[in-house]
């Protein structure tokens, strides 16, 4: 396993349970996306706005399980944690996501570039 890589995704999911917009802006791509177990595709911006907003707050993010495999322009990882948020105001719940993540070299730092959450 590639520990910068899962180091990074250590990093996103520790920025995410803190809110900290800060951390996470040095780990997303310019046009980074997350897809809501919902299915909203969420741009970048307005996911880092309604963290800082408190729109989104989480608390808690427990690594259960992370595989990552290499593929032709970077990884491919697929992490399982057990996240406790509150979404738009509907809230305190544990949820156990399921995280698909493509990460890439963008001006020679691992980023991630894309999220796509659902439940397992």
Do not use: C
């Not at 520990?3 to 520790?14: K, P």
């Amino acid at each position: 396993m590639n520990e910068e890589i899962l180091n990074l995704y250590r990093a996103y999911n520790i920025a995410m349970a803190a809110d900290d917009t800060t951390a996470l802006d040095r780990l997303l791509a310019p046009d980074f996306t997350l897809t809501h177990m919902t299915g909203y595709v969420q741009p970048r911006a307005e996911w880092l706005q309604e963290l800082d907003q408190g729109t989104m707050r989480y608390f808690s993010s427990v690594e259960e399980h992370v595989t990552m495999q290499p593929t032709a322009t970077g990884w491919q990882l697929v992490g399982q944690n057990r996240v406790t948020a509150s979404i738009h105001g509907s809230g305190k719940h544990a949820w156990p996501l399921h995280t698909e993540m493509v990460i890439q070299q963008v001006a020679g730092n691992w980023q991630i570039m894309s999220a796509v959450v659902t439940t397992y």
